[in-house]
Structure formats: C-alpha cells, structure tokens
C-alpha cells in the first residue's frame, strides 16, 4: 500500500509557533463529549468502566436526594427518586453496553449518543408528563458523565512521540488539560483568535490552527502532521522534505525569540522619551515565570475564570484563591496584578463551570451581572481577593460592566464582606485601586460617569469589537467581519483614553490589539501608555515602540480616525509602518 499523498489545509492560525507530531482524533459534541475509538481487547474493560460509573452516580444521587430532603422537604427531593429509576433502567444500561460492543467506542459517547435516541422519542410522545421526562434523563446522563471522568481513562501517552490533537471543536477545560499532557498543537474545525480554548492555547505556548473544515474526517489516528500556527497552516501526511522544511523554520523562530529576549532589560520607550508600560495577560499560574522572562511591568490582566474552569465540575474554595492570588502577587512585586473577577460568559464556559443553559449567554448572564445575581459564588472569590491584597498591589476589575449601578452595587457588596473580615480577625485590605473593563458600546458612552467612580479602566477589545460589530468572535463565517481597525472601534478607544485622561485616571488596553505589533503604534497615538498582552508578545512590541515618535504617531492617529473603512484604515497603516521599517532594521537585536 502507497503512502498517503501529502495534503495542506488553510485555516486560521490563532496561536503561534510551530509543531509536529502525531494526530489523536477527538470528535465533540453538544456537552462536551468525545468519541474514542477502541481496540477489541479494551472492550470488556470499557464495559466494566461504564457499570462501575453507573454505581458512583447512582451514590451521588442517594446523597442529593438525602440534601434535598433535608433543606427542601420530601415533595421536590421525590424529582431524584425518579432520576434514580432511570439511571437503573436497562432498556437504557443494555442499549449503552451494546453501543460500546458493536461501534467500539468509548463509555462517554455511548452515553451520550443512546440518551439521544431516548429524548428524541420522548419529544415524539403527546403525554406532557413523558416529554417531560427529557429534562430527568439529562440530568442522568450529566451525573453518568461526571463518573465516567471524560476522556480523563484514555491516555495519550499510549501515542508514541508528540501528540497534535485534531478536533471538531474543544472546550477551553479541555485545552487546559491536553495542553499540559504531551500535546504539542491543536488543530480545530471551530474557533477564532479570540476564542477562550485560543486564549489558553498561548497561554501554555501551544500552536493553534481554527476554522478547519472538515479536517477530522481527513486524518487517523497516529497520521504525521505539522501544524503552522503563525502562517494557519496545517501539513497532512507531509513529506521528508516538507518535515526537514518545518523543522528548520522551528529552529529559526526559536533563534528570533531568543534575540528579541535581549530587548527584556532595554526601557519600553518611544524615540521621543514617551514611556509606554507592557504588562501581561495570563491565565495560568504558570505565565508568570514568561511575564518575568519577557520583562512585563506588571500582570495587567489575570482572567480569573479559569481558575473555575480547571476546577469544573466543583467550584474553587477560598483557599485555592487566596493561595493563587497571593502567590501572583508576591511573585511580580514590586509590580502590580490586576485581577478581573470571573467572567464565565459564552455558551460552553457557562455550561461548563455554571451550569447555567442560556439560549444565547454572550448578551446573558456574564460577566459582573452574572457575579452580583450570585453572591454566594462571588463572596468566595472577593474574601479572597481582599485577603490577598494585605500582601502587595493587587487590584480588582470588573468585567461586562453596562451601567454605574453595577459598581455601586458592587461597592455595597464589598462593605458587608470587609465587614465579615473585620469581624473574624482575619487579615486584609480594603484599600485596594478598582477597576473597570470597558467592552460594551454603553461603557464607552459613559465612560466619563465611570471614570468618576473607579480608579482606572482597562479596554477589553475583544469583546468590544464584538458588541460593536454585531460579530461572534467564535463563529466562522463571520469571522472576516471582526475587524480591529474599524474606524468605529478606534473612535470609541481614542473617546474613552479622553474620558480617562479628562478625569485623570490611568486607562489600559488588554484585548488582542495590544499584542499587534501592527495596532501598537496606533494605540500610542491615540494616548494610550499602558499595553497589557500575552508574555511573549511583549519583545517584539517594545521593538517596535523604540522605533516611533509618539508626537507623529498622535497625528498618524487622528488622521486615521477620519476615514471611512477598515480597508482605507489599513491601508494608510500600511504606508505608515513602510516609512517605519528603516527605523525597525536599525534597532533589531
């Protein structure tokens, strides 16, 4: 038999580098299941996998019935006497342990694919009473899954060499997970730059390729690929040549790093002496030891959410978060770290971490709306944080914030809990800066009402083009429609650095516009002095801002905000950055 001809699909390339090794093949569906496939001889293990998950979820709800019945009478504990019927059903249990025999597949996935079969005849049935019956099984099967652990029992050190996972799509729980495994990349059909699981995917330096149609069905298992995360390109198959092609242009942008490193202890200047602060974005504890490396000023944003999302199914205890902010803190001092509370937005973080099942999340319960409708939740995250900050400058920011009544109530909030500590002898601060993300259009037109209430605003760019534009940032086909240079988006950051500046607090930018090295210079000229970006973006922005005027690129600027189109903004940009290039050349490592 030949070999497979060598394929080379186009995507989107989200997170940089490059990486080769062997594709794992996971197929996901609603809920965040995955399909195996199995070898013969783990059948009869799988099976006994999946009866022993049916027992632990059949204790978990004995005790959730025994809690209700406890705090919320016998009459609703009943509901949990009729999900444990189901769960020994074995109409069902026989269906699940055939599923796995004849389609050689994973417990989760038969689960899955058979409670499928399941709802759609219970929603074929006129009985009100049978179809309600739908919302019992889903509960099941959620509890069946937790058992089962996911795709935790199928190693991936059972794949010789470096793994490249290649999916329909991946959940952001799941890319923290694989991504501290032996997974060199990831390969998606779905996603976009701005997309959570790309989030975490530079955060552990992990090549991504989104938007690849149809790429599970042109690979198995144990396939060669190379995924090109810079260029979005992903190599099916390749050649030797194409392997030692690869190889060499790994080498070279290992050496590029490595020389832009030498920028690290140079001041982040601009030639006319106008100092513009980098800090980090990180996700993960272990960025920080990046953010140093890369001479960030600062953690200009910790996205606090995925401490939840590691944590998914249960929820961080005060003491996960403590330790955490604590340790960032003391870590990057004298330098500060802002940490935005949680911002468990989107469809599947929701799900995930939640357990909340809106039709459309991104306009729902997200962000500080979704922190202050439960208290219960966030008082954990904020005795924490008051807590942390007794032991250097950390700072707190709100996400998704709409309206000035939505830092009041926060602010009344942080009373009863400063009140709380005060009580207990415990050790804290209250005296800790306050911060707001502006990311929605009604931020930006008030901006000036909540800079008299916070002592700083950052810009989340990612979520306010997306706001702004009417854009999912996730989705696709529309992906072509999410632009940074929209002349809309640059007016409503250079009107909200005004209010800033008006009210004479400090303002910063942390979406993905600050670690462009094309957007930088237009983000200085429109006055902004604090970046905040991913760790190992910071090298090659400081180049590029020891290179600029910031007088001239305030006029570049303001000339930009005139035009019409993102095509006439980016092509001005472009005739703008040619005339910098000399400069560039003259101040590489």
Partial sequence: MGRTAMQELAGLGVSPG?????????????????????????????????????????????GIRARADRELGDELAAVFDAHAVMLRDRTFLDRVEERIRAEEVNAEWAVHETAGELQERFDRLEVEHFRQRRDDLRDVVLHLLRALGGIGHHELSEIEGDVVIVADDLTPSEAVRLGRERVVAFAVETGGRTSHTTIIARSLNIPLVAGLAGVTRQVTDADPVIVDGSEGRVVLHPTDAALLDYRERRRLRRLHEDELGRLRSLPSVTR????????????????????????????????????????????????????????????????????????????????????????????????????????????????????????????????????????????????????????????????????????????????????????????????????????????????????????????????????????????SICGEMAADPRVAPVLVGLGLRNLSMRPRAIPEIKRRLRCLEASEWGEISRRLLTLGTAGEVDRELDRQLEALAPAEAAEAP
């Fill in 272 to 507: 006319d002496r106008i100092a513009v602060e980098l800090l980090a974005n990180i996700d993960l504890p272990e960025e920080i030891e990046d953010a140093v490396r890369f001479g960030a000023a600062g953690v200009g944003l910790y996205r606090s959410e995925f401490l939840y999302i590691e944590k998914s199914p249960a929820l961080p205890t005060e003491r996960e978060h403590f330790d955490l902010y604590r340790s960032l803190v003391e870590r990057v001092q004298p330098h500060p770290v802002i940490v935005r509370t949680y911002d468990l937005g989107g469809r599947k973080l929701a799900r995930e971490v939640m357990d909340t099942r809106e039709e459309n999340p991104v306009l729902g319960l997200r962000g500080v709306r979704l922190t202050l409708a439960r208290p219960e939740i966030f008082r954990v995250q904020l005795r924490a944080l008051f807590r942390a900050c007794a032991f250097g400058d950390l700072r707190v920011m709100l996400p998704l914030v709409s309206g000035l009544e939505e830092v009041r109530e926060f602010k009344a909030f942080c009373e009863k809990i400063f009140d709380d500590l005060e009580a207990e002898g415990a050790r804290y601060s209250r005296e800790f800066p306050l911060g707001v993300m502006i990311e929605v259009p009604a931020a930006v037109l008030i901006a000036g009402e909540l800079a008299q209430e916070v002592d700083f605003m950052s810009i989340g760019t990612n979520d306010l083009i997306q706001y702004s534009m009417a854009v999912d940032r996730n989705n696709e086909h529309v992906a072509h429609l999410y632009r940074p240079l929209h002349p809309a988006i640059l007016r409503m950051i250079g009107s909200t650095v005004e209010s800033a500046r008006r009210a004479g607090i400090e303002i």
């Fill in 18 to 62: 490059i990486a080769i090794g062997r594709a794992v093949c996971i197929l996901c569906r609603r809920d965040d299941v995955y399909r195996f496939p199995l070898a013969a001889e783990e059948i009869d293990g799988e099976i006994a996998r999946f009866r022993e998950a049916v027992e632990v979820a059949a204790a978990e709800l004995d």
